[in-house]
């Protein structure tokens, strides 16, 4: 069992930015990988960037690639979550999830990942 906890999240104006943190403790595995997900209501969750734990492979989103950066440190079991230029359409609760059968690079879909954070909420305002 995995546990994963999202923090960092409020609110910030647009073309702001905001750093999210993952914090994984209990059993984990260095072949795991941490994704970010995000929920807007009445939205379906969607990805939005993953990592490897060990060789830092990354996936983004066609939507946050050049604005987000994941990130990671081994060493304090945490994962990042650099979001600049923020746009109003970033608004969502932001969750982390641990994928235990990556193959190769992080994958995308939610249905793979088999644990998940509670969420932090980012708010970007105009």
């Known amino acids: 069992q995995v546990q994963l906890v999202e923090s960092g999240g409020g609110l910030v104006q647009a073309g702001g930015s905001l750093r999210l943190s993952c914090a994984v403790s209990?059993?984990?595995?260095?072949?795991?990988?941490i994704g970010w997900f995000r929920q807007a209501p009445g939205k379906e969750r969607e990805f939005v960037a993953a990592?490897?734990?060990?060789?830092?492979?990354?996936n983004y989103a066609d939507s946050v690639k050049g604005r987000f950066t994941i990130s990671r440190d081994n060493a304090k079991n945490t994962v990042y979550l650099q979001m600049n230029s923020l746009k109003p359409e970033d608004t969502a609760v932001y969750y982390c999830?641990?994928?235990?059968?990556?193959?190769?690079?992080?994958?995308?879909?939610?249905?793979?990942?088999?644990?998940w954070g509670q969420g932090t909420q980012v708010i970007v305002s105009s």
């Open positions: 999830a641990a994928d235990r059968l990556y193959s190769g690079s992080p994958r995308m879909g939610a249905l793979e990942y088999d644990y």
């Open positions: 209990g059993r984990t595995f260095p072949t795991y990988a």
């Open positions: 990592i490897t734990w060990s060789g830092a492979r990354t």
